[in-house]
């Protein structure tokens, strides 16, 4: 197997030298590759007692003792601990040069007493890891397991398309102007900005604002703005940018929040989600899979369960985000966290009886818990910190209680999947583990992963306050504050008063070996062109035979 090798000169020498041997190097390689195949298929199925124990743990191989996080050398079949040392000591003694942490993929170099980087061990550790999940993954439709990720390459159609193009330099940061009290619209553009999915949709140019429909431009089309917003980010410009058609556009579109006062940041944030999948390509009333849909579209399940006969009435809902009280499982606001507000949100609550009667028993002491059915691909959560007791306004309080949030999160536990599966095995009279993941049924726990890519926080009180935004790019953080953008860490985003928080998952799901519909359309379309050509053809050869024979009739006729 050939592996693309980092060309980087600051590389550590002793890895240049054995990438210089094409025989070291595919050697080398291939035991890390090996390495991490074996600590990733460990994880798949250590959650089964019975498969655990088939799997033998590793041992050092100096004291004997069990590792319960294992260095292995990257020249033999060695493992040690790194605790005592005795790694180090085998690659002493037998002239070994590198070792390699299965948990984390790091590798140290005995000869530099250190940890190196290289990206090719970085990118052979993600393509290792996600062909094993791959493995893993039974979808429901099919028998067949997910399909093997492929990364990009240009065939020689998309070669020739690109020589000859030279690469703009751009960050990606840019500030945005404060236009009067629209710090509200700025975070959420900021956020709409490190989404990746936005990002990459419209910076493929699937959405061009110069060849938009003149009908949709009439429109006022805020996928067209989205278009130039990404455009003006992306450039060689630094300078911060003022997106006045963006506002002048969604104050056409949403009176409630024209003028000059200060708006909510997720009242808008729902708006412009509208307003951007009314005009953009797939856009439908039913089953629609424009962008927004395909990001921030997940379902909400709600299950009325009859507390007498047990009946349970299941109905779904769809979701574009996920709005949650300030109050812990016990209704409190101290020690908030992601986690207790998500139990809170899907803790069973008793109904009031005017609210729902059982259609096989006709009773009226009923629960309702929800669960979420399917998970979008971008998670988007709003902690509601604005509280309004009345229609009154200035009776209306901001709650300041601190909210912990993680870098990364895992929702598996807040599934539909899960919480029937937890219900089944207490009804069984089995306790159910700590966790279900992995699960043949369930699939992988990298499909219930999710990483923080942006926070909107809000500083100051209800009447007179100010939105900021935290947001990732290239793996950096940055504090964006209006126009104002500096270099932030993960530390302080995650001690931010957060109002909003975006998550990413981890590993895109898709639907195993299925063409997309827009291709399977795209090729009937040009199949029924085709027929159709044929057919004007056939007409035509038909007509010029018919004039044959009536010129030949006349030339009968005249003789």
């Known amino acids: 197997m050939a592996f693309e090798v980092d060309g980087d000169s600051s590389r550590c020498s002793h890895l240049v030298a054995i990438f210089g041997d094409d025989a070291e190097r595919e050697a080398l390689l291939n035991r890390y590759k090996a390495v991490i195949q074996w600590n990733a298929s460990r994880l798949q199925h250590f959650a089964y007692p019975a498969k655990r124990r088939k799997i033998a743990p590793p041992e050092c191989c100096v004291c004997g003792t069990v590792l319960s996080r294992a260095y292995a050398c990257l020249h033999c079949s060695a493992a040690g601990c790194w605790q005592d ?98 710090c509200f619209m700025n975070v959420i553009l900021q956020s709409f900005i490190a989404n990746p999915l936005l990002r990459n949709y419209y910076l493929s140019d699937k959405h061009n604002s110069r060849l938009c429909r003149p009908q949709q431009t009439q429109m006022n089309c805020t996928s067209c703005e989205m278009d130039k917003l990404l455009a003006e980010v992306y450039s060689e410009n630094s300078a911060p940018y003022g997106p006045v058609d963006f506002l002048a556009k969604t104050w056409r579109a949403s009176t409630e929040l024209s003028g000059n006062a200060q708006q909510d940041a997720h009242e808008f944030f729902i708006a412009a989600l509208n307003q951007i999948h009314a005009t953009s390509r797939g856009s439908t009333s039913l089953q629609c899979i424009c962008i927004i849909h395909s990001t921030f579209a997940g379902l909400l399940q709600s299950d009325v369960k009859c507390e007498r006969c047990g009946k349970v009435a299941e109905k779904t809902d769809p979701m574009l985000d996920i709005s949650l009280e300030l109050k812990g499982e016990h209704g409190h606001e101290q020690d908030l966290t992601l986690a207790s507000c998500l139990r809170r949100y899907t803790h069973p609550e008793k109904l009031d009886p005017n609210e729902y009667s059982c ?194 009739e006349e030339l009968l006729a005249v003789i």
Not at 152 to 176: I, N, S, Y
């Open 85 to 182: 040392g005795h790694i180090k000591q085998h690659l002493q003694d037998t002239g070994h040069d590198f070792c390699t942490d299965v948990k984390t993929g790091y590798v140290f170099c005995i000869e530099c007493e250190d940890f190196v980087y290289d990206s090719t061990f970085e990118r052979l550790q993600k393509l290792t890891k996600l062909a094993e999940e791959e493995k893993a993954t039974v979808f429901e439709a099919s028998k067949r397991l997910r399909e093997p990720y492929k990364p990009w390459r240009p065939d020689a159609k998309e070669q020739a398309a690109l020589e000859g193009t030279m690469a703009t330099p751009c960050q990606g940061r840019r500030g945005l102007l404060n236009l009067g009290q629209t």
């Open 359 to 552: 259609i096989k028993c006709g009773k009226t002491s009923h629960t309702k818990r929800m669960s979420i059915r399917k998970l979008p691909p971008v998670l988007s959560f709003q902690f509601k910190r604005f509280e309004h007791k009345s229609a009154d306004r200035s009776a209306a309080r901001k709650i300041e209680a601190p909210v912990r949030f993680p870098a990364s999160l895992n929702m598996a536990p807040f599934t539909t999947l899960v919480m029937h599966k937890q219900e089944l095995l207490k009804e069984s009279g089995s306790a159910p583990p700590a966790t279900l993941i992995p699960d043949k049924t369930l699939g992988p726990e990298a499909l219930y992963e999710y990483d923080l890519f942006a926070v909107v926080c809000h500083e100051g009180q209800i009447d007179n306050g100010h939105y900021t935004c935290y947001a990732r790019s290239h793996d950096e953080w940055y504090r964006y504050d209006d126009d104002k953008v500096t270099h932030a860490t993960l530390s302080a985003c995650l001690n931010s008063q957060a109002y909003m928080c975006f998550y990413v998952k981890r590993h895109l799901d898709y639907k195993p070996y299925m063409t997309p519909s827009y291709v399977v359309t795209r090729e009937q379309e040009a199949v029924k062109e085709k027929e159709r050509e044929r057919e004007k053809e056939k007409e035509k050869e038909k007509e010029a035979r018919l004039k044959e024979v009536d010129v030949d």
